[in-house]
T-cell receptor, first 115, second 111 residues
Framework: DGGITQSPKYLFRKEGQNVTLSCEQN?????MYWYRQDPGQGLRLIYY???????QKGDIAEGYSVSREKKESFPLTVTSAQKNPTAFYLC??????????????FGPGTRLTVL | KQEVTQIPAALSVPEGENLVLNCSFT??????LQWFRQDPGKGLTSLLL?????REQTSGRLNASLDKSSGRSTLYIAASQPGDSATYLC??????????FGTGTRLTIIP
């Protein structure tokens, strides 16, 4: 089955810890994205990557880091510098970034809770 | 800055009724508009993608329209079913390669 997988489904972090969220896709998409979803707010873009070894900051990149060493994988690290990391994190991909025919497909999400 | 608004935030309708969900955006210079469905605690499922040159798209009981000049889109759901209960999100893609999302309409279909 083609799709996007995220792991873990639930993640608990202690104060001061860095944690890494996994995102893998087998859709052969070039572009991948990370969003954060908070109650009552729209999804907000954290980082996105158009090609391997390249990524750009989104609207709320502070306290987060990413890497794109493989086309299929786009892990997100939530660092201790992120002051309010409790949220639902969603990974997405599209054939290309931007342009008329961009359609984004989403993974099942990871719920991160700070203890 | 693009802003996307979805009103109402919540909607309840009896099973079998037809319904319309609304989405408005402030900047009409968009590439496309996408409608999503989200079930509680789950990821987003893409329902329909409308290109900026199109007026509408249909998939089964769903029909989405786009009026770029007025900055509006509607999602029409025919013959609603309890399984349609979910939050529906719209998002627009502008020239900066980023989707801007609305906050969604939470739809409840009453059996």
């Amino acid at each position: 089955d083609g799709g996007i997988t995220q792991s873990p489904k639930y993640l608990f972090r202690k104060e001061g810890q860095n944690v890494t969220l996994s995102c893998e896709q087998n859709l052969n998409h070039d572009a991948m994205y990370w969003y954060r979803q908070d109650p009552g707010q729209g999804l907000r873009l954290i980082y996105y990557s158009q090609i391997v070894n390249d990524f750009q900051k989104g609207d709320i990149a502070e306290g987060y880091s990413v890497s794109r060493e493989k086309k299929e994988s786009f892990p997100l690290t939530v660092t201790s510098a992120q002051k309010n990391p409790t949220a639902f994190y969603l990974c997405a991909s599209s054939i290309v970034a931007g342009g008329t025919y961009n359609e984004q497909f989403f993974g099942p999400g990871t719920r991160l809770t700070v203890l | 800055k693009q802003e996307v608004t979805q009103i109402p935030a919540a909607l309840s309708v009896p099973e079998g009724e037809n319904l319309v969900l609304n989405c408005s955006f402030t900047d009409s210079a968009i590439y496309n508009l996408q409608w999503f469905r989200q079930d509680p605690g789950k990821g987003l499922t893409s329902l329909l993608l409308i290109q900026s040159s199109q007026r509408e798209q249909t998939s089964g009981r769903l029909n989405a329209s786009l009026d770029k000049s007025s900055g509006r889109s509607t999602l029409y759901i025919a013959a609603s079913q309890p399984g349609d209960s979910a939050t529906y999100l719209c998002a627009v893609l502008a020239g900066n390669e980023k989707l801007t999302f609305g906050t969604g309409t939470r739809l409840t279909i009453i059996p």
